[in-house]
């Protein structure tokens, strides 16, 4: 996933890679997941669990950084796994 053949902005976390001009999901040769004989047969109903579970936090609370915080470091961190810089955050 971090190929510059394949995206226009490979360390970057961007959306964009997987939707098309009307914003809707595109499986990328590029992306091994939901493609081909290994996707899963669980995942529509993975996503619709996301999915509910997404909006009801998102109507139910309004999400601010902490006191002080002015930008979110959106890089992330290489090891055995790819994963966000840890950071607090607001749920009003």
Known sequence: LFDP???E???QFNPGHFLDTDGNFVA???S????GHRVCLGEVLARMELFIIF???LQTFKFTPTEGVQEVNTQIIFGSTMKPHPYKICAV
Request: with cysteine; net charge positive; aromatic share 24%.
């Open 32 to 35: 091994a997941f939901s493609a």
């Open 9 to 11: 902005t490979p360390y």
């Open 28 to 30: 990328r040769e590029a």
């Open 55 to 57: 909006c009801t936090l």
């Open 5 to 7: 053949k394949y995206w």
